[in-house]
């Protein structure tokens, strides 16, 4: 049935490399675009700080308020232009323009205005405009009518640079460089020769930069070729030179913030930086890892960043030297192996970087660390035939973790390879343990681990093209110098020859479920023995899965031409089956229900079902506009308690799904005004202190410990110690470093002035206390005549009140703090200064 509808968010792992990222005026923060959002880093931390949210759609550029440096513009697909104020998260103006923005400029000289890239006529055909910004106090505002400053320009934001006095603007495309001068109101043009005139000539413009103080042109070209172009205004005199390194097209260019070096990179991930502009005074930092789609410098200069295609930033220091990585969800060409979750760290798990396994935090949105799976260096090269990795899979509870990767020339022989990979508690990583060459004649379809005790033998089971499913048992692999265990072939199994093309096992690990092209067949685990067949003719099994808890005698399948069967296991038949072309078909560990997702005419629809009821418990359509390829039930930490009863099964787990165009998107049951992920949730540190997870604990260690005083009663409350006004911690700061003691010395008077007594000391002890502060300082005729005061409070009788007796017990710690500092004070030291 159709109920309430969930909102579909972007929950993370959306492309922080889409445009160039934007530093504070103080280079403190970092902010770059991410999906719907705005993301605020620090860069001393790599916190996301901040998540600006209010786009109902991609957004496209920022760029910082010239006239208010705490201020932030953004636009979007959506239409609108939006401004910030990114040090608290708030949304200070909208302004509707009513074109999909698809780039966003800014001057200090265009005051009240802005400039953005709109596709006004032709789909194809794209203008930079500038936008009055109205003067209102209202929070949203229409924006003034567009004016025209250049036509026919590239919708990349790359394309387009205004120069440092803010007196032109340039853009290229394709062969053509156009600089419009807003003074003379006049567009000047200039154009390369084609590749048509020139062989293996490839001049076509990439990127340009305008220098901070000089009249000087920075272009990109598709031959790697840098070229500075001066006296453009006009038309008959320009010149240009030119600078070459990269041998494959030039990314993005970018000029230092006082002009006197230009950056450069490309596909070589290596960042150039030209100094003075000259061919020969040249610096690298290679190995950055990706190709480098765009480079961003500070206001300030100190810092620079460079964003890459495998969705990552790094911020860069002047010498040249990486100080920070902010590293997003990686976007591979193809995420073969699907969704999975780890079991210990709750971390989504899928394809990286080329031969790699990415862990990836849904809840700090974040990377966590990446496993290399085929161990070989990676060569960028279009026309080389990669080790792909293609199926992987948990077992016993996150301790075992097993891998397939493949590679086949057009007409050579399958390469084939299955790693088994064990979790080492010491290093906090998996470890290899077992590699199989060649486990099947052909293409590997599934692999599926044995879900049982720990104290049963792990089980691993793959199925293949070539028509068999075997089953892998943990053995022993001990010899006379080592005691070890690896994976051996314990089991094949094959059904008429048939395409074996998936597997699953029960929830108890009793039966195991193997798809044979149109037949399903049913395996005893402990004997391995056939028990019984399901053929409905209706087209290749694509997806299999037990139900679960009380739905655990329920056996689903959906076909490839658009069926999904549900199977009795106790009475071997078939229960229902229903049209449905599902893509992704995931079961709920944490309970009955299972999600489907299917194809239609208007995106994907996902249905929500137990396997024991034929009609669906939740509907909801065009959940997205593109095809989903692979999802996932991730179980929650808590569970919530949604009132809505047809949201009951996002109670203990939440859904994530994958579209084609590798979005990452998930449903929440949250109002749109209430944040998603916990980091946005956070305050902004203060001006003096960096945004660190410390920092935020010991936020909340203090706004917990102030709520327990206040609700403590007054009979019951407890002075904790404090250091403000103590006079023996007055006199540790202000005594000089070289004559103070050993730390060592100090911790045990330290340790005990943060100590609670847990009864009064007795009167007996208190006097010889007071005899040792005589006897360390006669002089002080005050603290002589405070210590019997102090005894007699001490001998206070229980039904005193408890706040003076801890109040007098942490005056005199004090006290015994200030003695022995006092006493340091008096030793001569001046024998240290002596040559």
């Not at 889409?18 to 719907?36: E, I, K, N, Q």
């Not at 036509?151 to 460089?177: E, H, M, N, T, W």
């Not at 200069?301 to 002047?318: E, M, P, Q």
């Not at 019997?788 to 039904?799: M, R, S």
């Amino acid at each position: 049935m159709e109920a309430a509808a969930a909102r579909v968010v972007r929950c993370g792992g959306s492309e922080l490399s889409l445009r160039r990222a934007v530093f504070s005026a103080d280079s403190r923060y970092l902010l770059c675009v991410s999906g719907d959002f705005v993301k605020v880093y620090s860069t001393a931390t790599e916190e996301c700080v901040h998540v600006l949210q209010g786009h109902r759609d991609l957004v496209t550029g920022i760029q910082l308020n010239p006239n208010n440096h705490l201020q932030l513009y953004s636009c979007s697909f959506d239409g609108t232009i939006k401004l910030w104020d990114y040090l608290d998260g708030i949304l200070i103006k909208t302004f509707t323009v009513g074109h999909k923005l698809h780039a966003l400029f800014t001057h200090a000289r265009a005051e009240d205005s802005v400039f953005v890239t709109i596709n006004k006529e032709k789909p194809d055909v794209f203008q930079l405009v500038s936008v009055p910004l109205p003067r209102t106090p209202r929070q949203d505002a229409e924006a003034g009518e567009p004016r025209l400053v250049l036509d026919c320009i590239s919708p990349s934001p790359k394309c387009v640079a205004f120069g440092g006095q803010g007196d032109y603007v340039a853009a290229v495309r394709d062969f053509y460089l156009s600089v419009y001068f807003f003074r003379k109101k006049a567009t000047s043009r200039f154009t390369l020769s084609s590749s048509e005139n020139r062989k293996h000539a490839k001049n076509n413009f990439t990127c340009v930069a305008c220098h901070p103080k000089e009249d000087c042109i920075a272009t990109g070209h598709k031959d790697g070729k840098i070229r500075l172009w001066r006296g453009f205004d006009d038309e008959r005199k320009y010149t240009y030179t030119c600078l070459h390194w990269h041998h494959d097209l030039v990314m993005d260019l970018a000029f230092s913030a006082t002009g006197s070096s230009l950056l450069s990179g490309g596909r070589e991930s290596v960042l150039v930086e030209w100094r003075d502009a000259a061919e020969k005074t040249k610096e690298f930092l290679p190995r950055l890892g990706a190709t480098i789609e765009h480079i961003a410098v500070a206001p300030a200069g100190d810092l620079l960043c460079t964003s890459h295609a495998d969705n990552k930033i790094i911020v860069i220091g002047r010498n040249l030297e990486a100080c920070a990585v902010i590293q997003g969800l990686v976007r591979d060409s193809s995420v073969l192996t699907g969704l999975m979750v780890d079991p210990r760290t709750k971390a989504l798990v899928l394809n990286g970087k080329p031969g790699h396994l990415q862990f990836y935090s849904l809840q700090s949105d974040k990377q966590l660390y990446n496993l290399d799976i085929v161990q070989q260096e990676y060569i960028n090269d279009c026309g080389l035939v990669q080790i792909e990795l293609t199926k992987a899979a948990f077992g016993c509870f996150g301790a075992w973790l097993a891998t397939v990767e493949q590679r086949q020339e057009k007409e050579g022989e399958l390469e084939l390879q299955m790693k088994l990979w064990a979790y080492n508690k010491k290093t906090q990583g998996f470890l290899l343990n077992t590699k199989v060459s060649a486990p099947h004649e052909d293409r590997v379809t599934a692999l599926c681990f044995r879900s049982a005790d720990k104290s049963d033998v792990p089980t691993l089971v793959t199925a293949s093209r070539d028509g068999r499913f075997k089953v892998w048992v943990l053995a022993d692999d001990s010899d006379i110098y080592r005691k070890a265990e690896g994976w051996t072939c314990d089991f094949v199994g094959s059904y008429h020859k048939y395409q074996a093309t998936n597997c699953c096992f029960s929830e108890d690990g009793s039966l195991l479920a193997v798809s044979f092209e149109e037949t399903v067949t049913i395996w005893e685990s402990d004997t391995w023995e056939l028990r019984c067949t399901f053929c409905q003719r209706a087209g290749r099994v694509r997806h299999l899965c037990f139900g679960r808890l009380t739905c655990s005698k329920y056996l689903l399948g959906a076909t490839e031409s658009g069926t999904l069967c549900c199977w009795n296991l106790l009475s071997c038949a078939l229960e229902w089956s229903t049209k449905l072309g599902v893509s992704v078909m995931e079961p709920d560990p944490r309970s009955e229900h299972v999600a489907a997702v299917a194809r239609s005419s208007g995106g994907s629809d996902l249905f929500v079902f137990k396997p024991s009821e034929p009609r669906p418990l939740y509907v909801q359509r065009s959940i997205c506009s593109e095809e989903v390829r692979w999802g996932v039930f991730v179980p929650r930490d808590v569970p919530e308690a949604l009132a809505s009863e047809a949201l009951q099964w996002l109670n203990r787990s939440q859904f994530y799904f994958l579209t084609a165009s590798q979005s990452l998107l998930t449903f929440s049951s949250k109002s749109p005004e209430e944040k998603l992920t916990p980091t946005s949730k956070q305050l902004l540190a203060e001006e003096s202190l960096p945004a660190t997870p410390f920092y935020f604990l010991l936020g909340r260690h203090r706004q917990q410990r102030g709520e327990q005083a206040d609700g403590a009663a007054d009979g019951e409350r407890v002075q904790l110690p404090t250091t403000e006004g103590v006079p023996a911690v007055s006199e540790l700061l202000h005594t000089p470093a070289h004559v103070l003691p050993s730390a060592a010395f100090l911790c045990s008077l330290f340790i005990n002035s943060l100590l609670l007594a847990t009864e009064a000391p007795s009167a007996e002890e208190t006097p010889e206390d007071a005899e040792m502060e005589e006897e360390g300082e006669r002089d002080s005729s005050e603290e002589e005549d405070a210590a019997p005061e102090q005894a007699q409070q001490a001998g206070l009788p229980d039904g005193g009140d408890g706040g003076d007796e801890a109040e007098a017990l942490q005056q005199q710690l004090s006290k015994c703090a200030e003695k022995e500092l006092r006493k340091l004070r008096r030793v001569d030291y001046s024998w240290v200064a002596v040559p």
